[in-house]
Protein backbone atom coordinates (compact mmCIF):
# COMPACT_ATOMS: atom_id res chain seq x y z
CA UNK A 1 0.00 0.00 0.00
CA UNK A 2 1.34 3.24 -1.08
CA UNK A 3 0.66 6.27 0.98
CA UNK A 4 -1.07 9.88 -0.35
CA UNK A 5 1.98 11.77 1.03
CA UNK A 6 4.21 8.76 -0.85
CA UNK A 7 1.98 8.63 -4.50
CA UNK A 8 2.34 12.52 -4.09
CA UNK A 9 6.14 12.81 -3.61
CA UNK A 10 6.72 10.60 -6.22
CA UNK A 11 4.55 12.13 -8.26
CA UNK A 12 6.85 15.08 -7.68
CA UNK A 13 9.99 13.38 -8.61
CA UNK A 14 11.40 13.67 -5.23
CA UNK A 15 12.77 10.37 -5.03
CA UNK A 16 10.51 7.80 -2.79
CA UNK A 17 10.27 4.19 -2.70
CA UNK A 18 7.42 2.09 -1.60
CA UNK A 19 7.01 0.08 1.40
CA UNK A 20 5.57 -3.47 0.27
CA UNK A 21 3.34 -4.64 2.26
CA UNK A 22 2.92 -8.04 0.43
CA UNK A 23 3.38 -10.93 2.37
CA UNK A 24 6.77 -11.73 0.24
CA UNK A 25 8.25 -8.23 0.69
CA UNK A 26 11.47 -10.00 1.27
CA UNK A 27 13.10 -12.42 -0.49
CA UNK A 28 15.93 -15.01 0.50
CA UNK A 29 17.40 -17.99 -0.26
CA UNK A 30 16.34 -19.31 2.90
CA UNK A 31 14.61 -23.20 2.50
CA UNK A 32 13.09 -25.00 5.22
CA UNK A 33 11.03 -28.15 5.28
CA UNK A 34 7.91 -26.71 6.89
CA UNK A 35 5.73 -26.28 5.97
CA UNK A 36 4.34 -22.26 5.43
CA UNK A 37 1.26 -21.30 6.91
CA UNK A 38 1.49 -16.90 6.67
CA UNK A 39 3.36 -13.99 7.08
CA UNK A 40 4.00 -11.76 10.20
CA UNK A 41 1.28 -8.65 9.88
CA UNK A 42 3.60 -5.41 9.97
CA UNK A 43 1.55 -2.99 13.08
CA UNK A 44 2.04 0.76 12.52
CA UNK A 45 2.74 3.12 15.61
CA UNK A 46 -0.89 3.69 15.79
CA UNK A 47 -1.31 -0.41 16.56
CA UNK A 48 1.21 -0.60 19.60
CA UNK A 49 1.11 0.62 22.81
CA UNK A 50 4.63 0.63 23.48
CA UNK A 51 7.98 -1.05 23.03
CA UNK A 52 11.73 -1.15 23.73
CA UNK A 53 12.65 0.72 20.89
CA UNK A 54 13.82 4.19 19.63
CA UNK A 55 14.77 5.25 15.78
CA UNK A 56 17.34 7.48 15.29
CA UNK A 57 16.29 10.22 13.13
CA UNK A 58 19.91 12.44 13.27
CA UNK A 59 21.94 14.84 11.44
CA UNK A 60 18.81 16.88 9.91
CA UNK A 61 20.56 19.78 11.98
CA UNK A 62 23.70 19.72 10.03
CA UNK A 63 22.32 19.29 7.29
CA UNK A 64 23.30 15.73 6.42
CA UNK A 65 19.44 14.21 6.05
CA UNK A 66 16.41 15.15 4.91
CA UNK A 67 13.44 14.66 7.84
CA UNK A 68 10.63 15.11 4.72
CA UNK A 69 12.35 12.43 2.66
CA UNK A 70 11.41 9.83 5.36
CA UNK A 71 9.12 11.31 7.46
CA UNK A 72 6.51 8.93 5.87
CA UNK A 73 8.20 5.71 6.64
CA UNK A 74 8.38 6.43 10.20
CA UNK A 75 4.82 5.56 11.38
CA UNK A 76 4.30 2.19 9.29
CA UNK A 77 7.63 0.98 10.87
CA UNK A 78 5.93 0.58 14.67
CA UNK A 79 8.97 2.44 16.77
CA UNK A 80 7.17 4.93 18.92
CA UNK A 81 10.05 7.18 19.53
CA UNK A 82 12.61 8.96 17.37
CA UNK A 83 15.77 10.51 18.63
CA UNK A 84 16.47 14.15 16.95
CA UNK A 85 19.51 16.13 17.37
CA UNK A 86 18.19 19.74 18.01
CA UNK A 87 21.25 21.61 16.34
CA UNK A 88 21.95 24.80 18.12
CA UNK A 89 24.17 26.47 15.47
CA UNK A 90 21.04 26.22 13.21
CA UNK A 91 18.61 27.11 16.19
CA UNK A 92 20.70 30.07 16.77
CA UNK A 93 22.65 31.13 13.00
CA UNK A 94 23.40 34.56 14.80
CA UNK A 95 23.44 35.91 18.64
CA UNK A 96 20.18 35.72 20.40
CA UNK A 97 18.04 35.28 17.39
CA UNK A 98 16.31 31.67 17.19
CA UNK A 99 14.51 30.15 14.79
CA UNK A 100 12.87 26.73 15.67
CA UNK A 101 10.30 26.63 12.77
CA UNK A 102 12.29 23.62 11.09
CA UNK A 103 12.08 21.91 13.97
CA UNK A 104 9.19 22.68 15.14
CA UNK A 105 7.76 21.50 12.13
CA UNK A 106 9.32 17.88 12.92
CA UNK A 107 7.86 17.78 16.19
CA UNK A 108 5.13 18.63 15.67
CA UNK A 109 4.72 16.16 12.90
CA UNK A 110 5.56 13.34 15.08
CA UNK A 111 3.17 14.13 17.56
CA UNK A 112 0.56 14.27 15.07
CA UNK A 113 1.83 10.40 13.99
CA UNK A 114 1.14 9.65 17.75
CA UNK A 115 5.62 9.11 17.98
CA UNK A 116 7.34 10.54 21.33
CA UNK A 117 10.24 12.60 20.36
CA UNK A 118 14.01 12.75 22.29
CA UNK A 119 15.57 15.44 21.60
CA UNK A 120 19.17 15.88 21.89
CA UNK A 121 20.85 19.09 22.66
CA UNK A 122 24.09 18.94 21.00
CA UNK A 123 26.21 20.25 19.46
CA UNK A 124 27.99 23.53 20.14
CA UNK A 125 27.72 26.86 18.47
CA UNK A 126 30.63 28.93 16.55
CA UNK A 127 29.08 32.41 16.58
CA UNK A 128 30.47 32.53 20.43
CA UNK A 129 33.84 32.11 20.64
CA UNK A 130 34.78 28.93 22.95
CA UNK A 131 31.33 27.83 21.97
CA UNK A 132 32.26 23.92 20.73
CA UNK A 133 31.85 23.43 17.06
CA UNK A 134 28.85 22.40 15.44
CA UNK A 135 29.52 18.74 14.08
CA UNK A 136 30.19 15.15 15.70
CA UNK A 137 33.74 15.44 18.03
CA UNK A 138 34.01 19.45 17.79
CA UNK A 139 34.30 19.41 21.58
CA UNK A 140 31.48 20.75 23.17
CA UNK A 141 31.63 24.93 24.87
CA UNK A 142 34.76 25.91 27.36
CA UNK A 143 34.90 29.83 27.20
CA UNK A 144 32.75 32.01 30.20
CA UNK A 145 31.05 33.58 27.25
CA UNK A 146 30.31 29.80 25.60
CA UNK A 147 28.77 29.03 28.12
CA UNK A 148 26.83 31.36 29.14
CA UNK A 149 25.43 31.01 25.76
CA UNK A 150 25.09 27.53 25.87
CA UNK A 151 22.82 27.80 29.15
CA UNK A 152 20.77 30.06 27.56
CA UNK A 153 20.41 28.06 24.55
CA UNK A 154 18.98 24.90 26.53
CA UNK A 155 16.98 27.28 28.99
CA UNK A 156 15.35 28.43 25.26
CA UNK A 157 15.09 25.40 24.11
CA UNK A 158 13.28 23.59 26.84
CA UNK A 159 10.66 26.74 27.49
CA UNK A 160 9.97 26.16 23.42
CA UNK A 161 9.12 22.32 23.82
CA UNK A 162 7.78 22.31 27.24
CA UNK A 163 4.68 20.41 26.88
CA UNK A 164 5.59 19.18 23.81
CA UNK A 165 9.24 16.90 24.57
CA UNK A 166 9.51 15.29 27.54
CA UNK A 167 12.49 13.37 26.82
CA UNK A 168 15.91 14.69 26.68
CA UNK A 169 19.33 13.50 26.12
CA UNK A 170 22.53 16.02 26.32
CA UNK A 171 25.50 15.77 24.65
CA UNK A 172 26.39 13.10 21.54
CA UNK A 173 29.74 11.07 21.90
CA UNK A 174 31.19 13.89 23.98
CA UNK A 175 34.32 10.84 24.62
CA UNK A 176 35.59 11.35 21.11
CA UNK A 177 37.34 14.16 19.40
CA UNK A 178 37.55 15.13 15.68
CA UNK A 179 40.60 16.48 14.44
CA UNK A 180 39.29 18.09 11.84
CA UNK A 181 37.58 20.35 13.43
CA UNK A 182 38.05 23.29 16.22
CA UNK A 183 37.57 23.10 19.57
CA UNK A 184 39.15 18.93 19.28
CA UNK A 185 42.10 20.25 21.17
CA UNK A 186 40.34 20.08 24.64
CA UNK A 187 40.69 16.60 26.52
CA UNK A 188 37.15 15.67 27.60
CA UNK A 189 37.86 14.24 30.68
CA UNK A 190 34.71 12.24 33.14
CA UNK A 191 35.08 14.83 35.02
CA UNK A 192 34.51 17.76 32.18
CA UNK A 193 31.70 15.35 30.66
CA UNK A 194 30.14 14.64 34.24
CA UNK A 195 29.93 18.89 34.91
CA UNK A 196 28.66 19.67 31.38
CA UNK A 197 26.23 17.01 31.76
CA UNK A 198 24.75 18.18 35.38
CA UNK A 199 25.15 22.10 34.04
CA UNK A 200 22.83 21.02 31.54
CA UNK A 201 20.45 18.35 33.13
CA UNK A 202 19.61 20.98 35.98
CA UNK A 203 18.82 23.68 33.34
CA UNK A 204 15.95 21.36 31.49
CA UNK A 205 14.77 20.28 35.22
CA UNK A 206 14.14 23.96 35.49
CA UNK A 207 12.07 24.34 32.93
CA UNK A 208 10.35 20.82 32.51
CA UNK A 209 10.17 19.69 36.00
CA UNK A 210 9.00 16.06 35.19
CA UNK A 211 10.74 15.71 32.04
CA UNK A 212 12.80 12.14 31.44
CA UNK A 213 16.79 12.93 31.06
CA UNK A 214 19.26 10.71 29.33
CA UNK A 215 23.01 11.54 30.68
CA UNK A 216 26.83 10.65 28.89
CA UNK A 217 25.81 9.35 25.54
CA UNK A 218 29.32 7.90 25.65
CA UNK A 219 30.51 6.51 22.73
CA UNK A 220 32.45 3.56 24.18
CA UNK A 221 31.50 0.70 26.67
CA UNK A 222 34.29 1.28 29.19
CA UNK A 223 33.21 0.75 32.52
CA UNK A 224 36.01 2.81 34.21
CA UNK A 225 35.41 5.79 32.35
CA UNK A 226 31.69 5.21 33.23
CA UNK A 227 32.02 4.90 36.64
CA UNK A 228 34.34 8.30 36.71
CA UNK A 229 31.33 10.37 35.25
CA UNK A 230 28.81 8.89 37.48
CA UNK A 231 31.25 9.17 40.48
CA UNK A 232 32.46 13.28 39.47
CA UNK A 233 28.32 13.78 39.63
CA UNK A 234 28.16 13.15 43.44
CA UNK A 235 24.38 13.39 44.30
CA UNK A 236 23.51 14.78 40.41
CA UNK A 237 23.89 11.33 39.44
CA UNK A 238 19.79 11.43 40.58
CA UNK A 239 18.96 13.62 38.12
CA UNK A 240 19.44 11.54 35.17
CA UNK A 241 16.71 8.87 34.43
CA UNK A 242 18.66 6.88 31.72
CA UNK A 243 22.63 6.52 31.26
CA UNK A 244 23.48 6.23 27.43
CA UNK A 245 25.66 4.26 25.79
CA UNK A 246 26.91 3.42 22.28
CA UNK A 247 29.29 0.78 21.65
CA UNK A 248 29.56 -0.73 18.14
CA UNK A 249 30.52 -4.37 17.96
CA UNK A 250 30.97 -6.72 14.63
CA UNK A 251 29.16 -9.20 16.07
CA UNK A 252 26.07 -7.93 18.52
CA UNK A 253 26.57 -10.23 21.08
CA UNK A 254 30.40 -9.70 21.83
CA UNK A 255 29.23 -6.28 23.52
CA UNK A 256 27.27 -7.78 26.32
CA UNK A 257 29.74 -7.96 28.84
CA UNK A 258 30.68 -5.09 29.13
CA UNK A 259 27.25 -3.64 29.53
CA UNK A 260 26.42 -6.22 31.93
CA UNK A 261 29.96 -4.03 33.53
CA UNK A 262 27.54 -0.93 33.01
CA UNK A 263 24.78 -1.86 34.61
CA UNK A 264 26.93 -3.33 37.68
CA UNK A 265 28.60 0.24 37.72
CA UNK A 266 25.00 1.72 37.57
CA UNK A 267 23.78 0.04 40.20
CA UNK A 268 26.11 1.12 42.74
CA UNK A 269 25.26 5.23 42.01
CA UNK A 270 21.94 4.82 40.67
CA UNK A 271 20.16 1.70 41.18
CA UNK A 272 16.77 3.32 39.76
CA UNK A 273 18.34 4.70 36.27
CA UNK A 274 18.54 1.98 33.26
CA UNK A 275 21.18 1.79 31.01
CA UNK A 276 20.23 2.59 27.80
CA UNK A 277 22.09 1.97 24.38
CA UNK A 278 21.63 5.02 21.81
CA UNK A 279 22.80 4.48 18.99
CA UNK A 280 23.29 1.49 16.97
CA UNK A 281 23.61 -0.24 13.31
CA UNK A 282 25.25 -1.93 10.87
CA UNK A 283 26.01 -0.54 6.98
CA UNK A 284 24.46 -2.43 4.30
CA UNK A 285 27.35 -2.27 2.16
CA UNK A 286 31.29 -1.94 2.39
CA UNK A 287 32.31 1.47 4.23
CA UNK A 288 35.61 3.19 4.57
CA UNK A 289 34.57 5.48 7.16
CA UNK A 290 32.48 5.36 10.33
CA UNK A 291 31.71 2.44 12.89
CA UNK A 292 32.03 -1.14 11.64
CA UNK A 293 34.13 0.15 8.41
CA UNK A 294 35.67 -2.13 6.29
CA UNK A 295 34.23 -4.79 6.05
CA UNK A 296 32.06 -6.61 3.04
CA UNK A 297 28.40 -6.04 4.53
CA UNK A 298 25.07 -6.02 3.07
CA UNK A 299 21.46 -6.01 3.32
CA UNK A 300 21.13 -9.62 4.26
CA UNK A 301 24.18 -9.37 6.78
CA UNK A 302 22.76 -5.74 7.77
CA UNK A 303 19.03 -6.87 8.55
CA UNK A 304 20.45 -9.76 10.45
CA UNK A 305 22.57 -7.37 12.36
CA UNK A 306 20.15 -4.98 12.97
CA UNK A 307 17.64 -7.86 14.68
CA UNK A 308 20.18 -9.26 16.76
CA UNK A 309 21.21 -6.15 18.19
CA UNK A 310 16.97 -5.13 19.32
CA UNK A 311 16.77 -8.62 20.94
CA UNK A 312 20.06 -9.04 22.27
CA UNK A 313 19.19 -5.53 24.14
CA UNK A 314 15.96 -6.87 25.06
CA UNK A 315 16.87 -10.12 26.28
CA UNK A 316 19.11 -7.91 28.36
CA UNK A 317 17.13 -5.86 29.23
CA UNK A 318 18.09 -2.37 27.77
CA UNK A 319 16.36 -0.45 26.03
CA UNK A 320 17.27 0.15 21.84
CA UNK A 321 18.21 2.90 20.05
CA UNK A 322 18.23 2.10 15.81
CA UNK A 323 20.34 3.33 13.76
CA UNK A 324 19.39 4.91 11.45
CA UNK A 325 16.22 5.30 9.82
CA UNK A 326 17.98 6.38 6.79
CA UNK A 327 21.31 6.56 5.02
CA UNK A 328 22.72 10.23 5.46
CA UNK A 329 25.84 12.31 3.59
CA UNK A 330 27.92 13.41 5.53
CA UNK A 331 30.06 16.19 3.57
CA UNK A 332 33.67 15.70 3.81
CA UNK A 333 33.37 11.76 4.53
CA UNK A 334 31.41 9.54 2.92
CA UNK A 335 27.61 8.51 3.05
CA UNK A 336 27.16 6.31 6.33
CA UNK A 337 24.78 3.76 4.96
CA UNK A 338 23.77 2.69 7.92
CA UNK A 339 19.97 3.67 6.94
CA UNK A 340 17.07 1.55 6.90
CA UNK A 341 16.18 3.67 3.42
CA UNK A 342 18.66 3.98 1.00
CA UNK A 343 19.09 7.80 0.03
CA UNK A 344 20.94 9.11 -3.01
CA UNK A 345 23.99 11.56 -2.56
CA UNK A 346 21.21 14.43 -3.09
CA UNK A 347 19.42 13.18 0.41
CA UNK A 348 16.89 11.62 -1.53
CA UNK A 349 14.93 7.82 -0.33
CA UNK A 350 15.94 5.92 -3.63
CA UNK A 351 15.03 2.61 -1.69
CA UNK A 352 13.25 0.27 1.01
CA UNK A 353 15.86 -1.87 2.39
CA UNK A 354 15.62 -5.91 4.16
CA UNK A 355 16.61 -4.39 7.17
CA UNK A 356 13.61 -1.93 7.23
CA UNK A 357 11.12 -4.93 6.78
CA UNK A 358 13.11 -7.33 9.11
CA UNK A 359 12.83 -4.45 11.74
CA UNK A 360 9.50 -3.95 11.11
CA UNK A 361 8.82 -7.83 11.81
CA UNK A 362 11.06 -7.77 15.30
CA UNK A 363 8.81 -4.23 16.67
CA UNK A 364 4.92 -6.28 15.51
CA UNK A 365 6.00 -9.27 17.90
CA UNK A 366 7.72 -7.85 20.60
CA UNK A 367 5.85 -4.90 22.26
CA UNK A 368 5.39 -4.15 25.95
CA UNK A 369 3.25 -6.53 26.09
CA UNK A 370 5.70 -9.48 26.04
CA UNK A 371 7.36 -10.05 29.42
CA UNK A 372 11.10 -11.34 29.14
CA UNK A 373 11.05 -14.31 32.08
CA UNK A 374 14.48 -14.17 33.80
CA UNK A 375 14.37 -17.68 34.63
CA UNK A 376 13.41 -19.46 31.14
CA UNK A 377 11.97 -23.24 31.21
CA UNK A 378 13.37 -23.51 27.79
CA UNK A 379 17.55 -24.53 27.54
CA UNK A 380 19.33 -25.60 24.76
CA UNK A 381 23.16 -27.37 25.20
CA UNK A 382 24.80 -25.58 22.32
CA UNK A 383 26.37 -22.59 23.76
CA UNK A 384 26.75 -20.47 20.47
CA UNK A 385 22.49 -20.55 20.52
CA UNK A 386 21.07 -17.29 21.98
CA UNK A 387 18.07 -17.66 23.40
CA UNK A 388 14.98 -16.06 25.16
CA UNK A 389 11.82 -16.92 26.62
CA UNK A 390 9.42 -14.57 26.56
CA UNK A 391 5.43 -14.43 27.71
CA UNK A 392 2.76 -12.42 26.46
CA UNK A 393 -0.05 -11.39 28.38
CA UNK A 394 -2.64 -15.02 27.72
CA UNK A 395 0.38 -16.79 29.02
CA UNK A 396 1.56 -17.77 25.75
CA UNK A 397 5.41 -18.14 25.56
CA UNK A 398 7.51 -16.82 22.64
CA UNK A 399 11.10 -18.36 21.67
CA UNK A 400 13.36 -16.01 20.25
CA UNK A 401 16.95 -17.76 19.36
CA UNK A 402 19.71 -17.23 16.67
CA UNK A 403 23.58 -18.82 16.09
CA UNK A 404 26.35 -16.50 16.95
CA UNK A 405 29.22 -18.23 15.90
CA UNK A 406 30.38 -21.50 17.44
CA UNK A 407 31.18 -22.95 20.54
CA UNK A 408 35.33 -23.79 21.03
CA UNK A 409 37.58 -25.70 23.45
CA UNK A 410 39.01 -24.01 25.97
CA UNK A 411 40.54 -27.11 27.93
CA UNK A 412 42.74 -29.76 26.98
CA UNK A 413 41.56 -32.20 29.07
CA UNK A 414 40.62 -36.08 28.17
CA UNK A 415 37.73 -36.77 30.75
CA UNK A 416 34.14 -34.95 28.98
CA UNK A 417 33.14 -33.84 32.42
CA UNK A 418 35.81 -31.21 32.33
CA UNK A 419 36.12 -30.31 29.11
CA UNK A 420 35.11 -26.25 29.14
CA UNK A 421 34.62 -24.11 26.03
CA UNK A 422 33.58 -20.83 25.52
CA UNK A 423 31.27 -19.06 22.34
CA UNK A 424 33.58 -17.44 19.74
CA UNK A 425 31.30 -14.44 18.31
CA UNK A 426 30.61 -14.43 14.13
CA UNK A 427 29.17 -11.39 12.94
CA UNK A 428 26.17 -12.49 10.60
CA UNK A 429 26.65 -13.31 7.02
CA UNK A 430 24.80 -13.80 3.63
CA UNK A 431 24.65 -17.43 4.35
CA UNK A 432 20.64 -19.09 5.16
CA UNK A 433 22.13 -22.42 5.32
CA UNK A 434 20.44 -23.35 9.03
CA UNK A 435 21.52 -26.37 10.90
CA UNK A 436 19.41 -28.48 13.14
CA UNK A 437 18.89 -27.81 16.93
CA UNK A 438 17.60 -29.25 20.01
CA UNK A 439 15.33 -27.25 22.82
CA UNK A 440 13.82 -28.29 25.91
CA UNK A 441 11.10 -27.18 28.23
CA UNK A 442 9.25 -27.26 30.87
CA UNK A 443 5.97 -29.26 30.70
CA UNK A 444 3.48 -29.84 27.91
CA UNK A 445 4.08 -29.15 24.21
CA UNK A 446 2.65 -26.21 22.47
CA UNK A 447 -0.86 -27.00 21.26
CA UNK A 448 0.03 -25.37 17.56
CA UNK A 449 3.59 -24.58 17.38
CA UNK A 450 4.79 -22.39 14.64
CA UNK A 451 8.44 -21.68 13.41
CA UNK A 452 9.07 -18.24 12.51
CA UNK A 453 12.49 -16.57 10.25
CA UNK A 454 11.87 -12.97 11.64
CA UNK A 455 13.94 -11.20 8.84
CA UNK A 456 11.62 -12.52 6.13
CA UNK A 457 8.44 -12.83 8.60
CA UNK A 458 7.28 -15.94 7.18
CA UNK A 459 5.63 -17.92 9.52
CA UNK A 460 5.64 -22.12 9.08
CA UNK A 461 3.89 -24.93 10.90
CA UNK A 462 6.58 -26.94 13.32
CA UNK A 463 5.86 -30.59 12.82
CA UNK A 464 4.40 -32.24 15.62
CA UNK A 465 6.45 -35.56 14.51
CA UNK A 466 9.72 -33.29 16.22
CA UNK A 467 8.22 -32.87 19.14
CA UNK A 468 8.52 -35.58 22.32
CA UNK A 469 7.04 -35.23 26.12
CA UNK A 470 9.27 -37.02 28.76
CA UNK A 471 8.82 -37.10 32.41
CA UNK A 472 7.50 -33.24 32.40
CA UNK A 473 9.54 -32.18 29.63
CA UNK A 474 9.07 -31.43 25.84
CA UNK A 475 11.88 -31.98 23.71
CA UNK A 476 11.67 -29.63 20.16
CA UNK A 477 14.08 -31.56 17.86
CA UNK A 478 15.83 -30.70 14.69
CA UNK A 479 14.66 -26.97 14.87
CA UNK A 480 16.24 -24.88 12.07
CA UNK A 481 18.58 -21.91 13.28
CA UNK A 482 21.31 -19.91 11.76
CA UNK A 483 22.71 -16.56 12.21
CA UNK A 484 19.26 -14.53 12.13
CA UNK A 485 17.21 -14.13 14.64
CA UNK A 486 13.71 -17.21 14.56
CA UNK A 487 11.15 -17.82 16.94
CA UNK A 488 9.21 -21.00 18.06
CA UNK A 489 5.83 -19.88 19.51
CA UNK A 490 2.01 -20.54 19.78
CA UNK A 491 0.31 -19.64 16.37
CA UNK A 492 -2.13 -17.54 18.57
CA UNK A 493 0.78 -15.64 19.97
CA UNK A 494 1.00 -13.76 16.65
CA UNK A 495 -0.92 -11.50 14.35
CA UNK A 496 -0.80 -12.90 10.92
CA UNK A 497 -1.98 -11.94 7.34
CA UNK A 498 -1.90 -14.88 4.23
Known sequence: MVTMLM?????????????????????????????????????????????????????????????????????????????????????EPEPGKFDFAWLDKIVDFAISKGVNVLLETSYGNPVYPGAGGWDLGAGFPTSEEGLAAWDRWVETLATHYKGRVRDWAMWNEP????????????????????????????????????????????ATVRDDFFEGCLKAMGDDVKLFDWFIYHGYSTAPESAYPPV?????????????????????????????????????????????????????DLGHDVESSVFTICDFNHVGREINRKGLLRANSGKKVIAVKRAYYAVQNVVSVFDSDLKRVADPAITNVDISVVYYEYRNRSGLPVYAFWSCGYPERVTNSANPKERVFKTVYERPGDSFETRPTVFTTKGTAMKEPVWVDLLTGRVYAYPKDRIREVDGETFYFDVPVYDSPCLLTERAALNLMN
Request: hydrophobic share 40%; proline share 5%; glycine share 8%.
Open 7 to 91: MAAMAAGTGFAPIDTSADRVKTPLKVEMERIGTIRPRSVSEIRDSNWMLGCETIERGYADFWQYADYIAPLGIKTIRIQTGWARC
Open 260 to 312: ERLKAVLKKYHPAAKMRQGENGCPSELATKFALSGIPWSEYSQAKWDMRRMLG
Open 175 to 218: DIRNPALPGHEVAKTSQDIAVFNVRTAKIIRKVIPDARLAGLSL
